[in-house]
């Protein structure tokens, strides 16, 4: 079934974990570094705000398509051909990635301005680069996006069954926390940047070197250095670690037809999960194309032809009968659950922040505040994520689980029952450390019962499923959520104000309490979720004794 390349040197795990989360957090941060400042690129280029927002939010959006795309074959493709070589390739074109973003205004638009030229096209060149960046941040999602499964697979190859827990909740915490404090870090940054643009040109100019100041594009540059340090590193570490592979042959339909499922589904949900301080109001976050509903039922057409299509070929990119295994596939469930939660969490904050502010402060103000306050949430749900280790390893992985979610049910129902306009900001971060807290209690538990309940050969598409699962929670709860938001808002407005408001915007101070009411009530949408998500994990979810550790997995080889 597998060859192995094995070493008689060992090499201390932990360490090992400690530099494959570097580069994870790296590409994590690049999913919203963004936001903070896209409306200055467009400035930038000299682009009309107002039409081109839409084009541009493609580079996020499109670095999100590429992300989930990247996950849903590289875990096979690590099993097939080895953890490292496929972590080093993510890496080299995580790096590539950003070097075309940082000089999408050169070479790359030379390029791309030359080809639509000869194909007849009069391109605007401002266009053309924002293009660029768009293709620059598509690259650079389809290595960081695949180096959070092969991490994680990675970790099953280091760890023993027994011992996993701990280390898989590091990497999805280091994942979360990464793409959730993107946008502070890319505002904090390129406001630095603006305020010492002349010290920086005076220091440039005394050392003799004629490059512009740092801005944005500094960003994307850092990012090189360090992934270049990780990869040596990371190379150096795994020197000793054996090399598996999985014989078998790639399932290219499959992989076509689950891509175009997963393509659909976040195109026709909206393509636009982005925790940003712009985020102002249900509207901007509900705002569904015409032809959402079509590409959700093409998603779904796909997604029945590749449940065929698996059930059918000799290697299956997702053997079937792993949802046999009752921990993978009561993770699995748990997992969209957990990331519909997470969701409410990650947009609630920056919508209540920014009707608070309204008015009264400038938006990057808001923005810096949004994304403390949103620390409050996901920098105690990374911590979570070892105790909750201990937690699985101790109780197993149910009870950890159940802990977890029942944590998070508390702080939603605390949201409920507390929030409204003038709440203060200390006990919104409390609350939100308690949602977190109990969120990230249960990483560990399921990233280890999904993976250890695959076999070696499928450890890396196992892996993918934890991420992917989450993904989609998140993907469905920001259509969902927000549509039956604006619904309950226009209800409750029509009661207080009647059916006929001539200019709801006379209104502002009814519509900010009602906006802030709704709020309240996700919290108990979130408890509920969180409620419902116990089910299978108590159903579903035992922990495997040491003994059976072995002999457990399924073994989906045909």
């Known amino acids: ?26 590409g994590a941060l690049d999913l919203t570094i963004v936001s903070a400042f896209l409306p200055e690129i467009i400035i930038q280029l000299e682009l009309p705000l107002q039409t081109s927002l839409d084009d541009a939010a493609w580079v996020v959006s499109g670095y999100l398509l590429a992300y989930a795309v990247s996950m849903t074959f590289m875990g096979r493709v690590s099993d097939l051909i080895g ?39 009069r391109p605007d060149r401002e266009s053309v680069t924002l293009l660029a960046i768009i293709i620059g941040r598509v690259v650079q999602a389809l290595g960081a996006g695949a180096l ?14 027994e011992r996993r827990a701990q280390p898989l909740g590091v990497i999805g915490a280091v994942d979360t926390l990464g793409w959730v404090l993107g946008h502070l870090y890319g ?93 102002a109001s249900f509207e901007e976050l509900s705002r569904l194309p015409d032809y959402a509903v079509p590409v959700i039922l093409l998603s779904l057409v796909l997604f029945t032809g ?29 997992n969209l659950f957990v990331g519909f939660s997470l969701m409410i969490g990650l947009v609630s904050v920056p919508i209540l922040i920014n009707i608070r502010a309204e008015d009264a402060e400038h938006l990057t103000e ?22 909750g280790g201990w937690l699985s390893d101790r109780f197993g992985y149910r009870s950890a689980t159940l802990a977890g979610l029942g944590i998070a049910l508390v702080g939603f129902i605390l949201v409920w029952q507390t929030w409204t306009v003038d709440l203060s900001e200390g006990i919104i971060a409390l609350e939100m450390a308690v949602v977190g807290i109990g969120l990230g209690l249960t990483f560990s538990p399921i990233s280890a019962a999904v993976i250890n309940a695959a076999d070696e050969d499928h450890r890396g598409i196992a892996s993918a499923l934890v991420i992917i699962l989450r993904l989609i929670g998140m993907t469905i709860a920001v259509s969902a959520l927000t549509t039956l938001s604006l619904q309950r808002v226009s209800v409750l407005a029509s009661a207080v104000l009647g059916p006929n408001v001539a200019d709801p915007h006379e209104f502002v101070d009814v519509y900010a309490r009602i906006t802030v009411q709704v709020l309240s009530e996700l919290g108990l ?34």
């Open 83 to 121: 953890r490292r070589a496929v972590y080093v390739a993510c890496l080299l074109i995580f790096i590539a990635g950003s070097i075309l973003v940082a000089t999408a205004h050169q070479g790359p638009t030379d390029l791309i301005y030359t080809i639509m030229r000869r194909m007849g096209e």
């Open 306 to 334: 590749f449940v065929l299509v698996e059930s059918r070929v000799k290697d299956p990119l997702l053997d079937l009968r792993l949802f046999r295994h009752r921990n993978l596939s009561a993770g699995a469930i748990v």
């Open 525 to 558: 949408v979130g408890a509920i979720v969180c409620g419902i998500g116990m089910i299978p994990a108590f159903i579903g979810l035992r922990k495997l004794l040491q003994r059976e550790a072995q002999t457990e997995p399924i073994t989906a080889a045909h």
């Open 148 to 161: 959070v499964p092969v991490s994680l697979a990675l970790v099953g190859d280091l760890f023993p069954p």
């Open 366 to 387: 808001a923005a810096l505040r949004v994304g403390i306050l949103l620390s409050a949430l996901t920098v105690p749900m990374a911590l979570a994520a070892v105790p």
């Open 187 to 279: 505002g904090v940054l390129v406001n630095f940047f603006a305020q010492h643009k002349a010290g920086f040109e005076q220091f440039l100019s005394s050392i003799s070197l004629n490059w512009p100041p740092p801005d944005w594009r500094t960003l994307f540059w850092i990012n090189v250095p360090l992934a270049l340090i990780a990869l040596g590193l990371t190379l150096w570490a795994l020197r000793t670690v054996p090399i598996h592979r999985s014989k078998g042959r790639f399932d290219f339909m499959g992989a076509a037809l689950i891509v175009g499922a997963m393509v659909a589904l976040v195109i026709g949900l909206g393509a636009n999960i982005e925790v940003s301080g712009s985020t």
């Open 1 to 26: 079934m597998s060859s192995s390349t094995t070493t008689s040197r060992t090499v201390n795990p932990w360490w090992v974990l400690a530099l494959i989360a570097l580069p994870v957090f790296i």
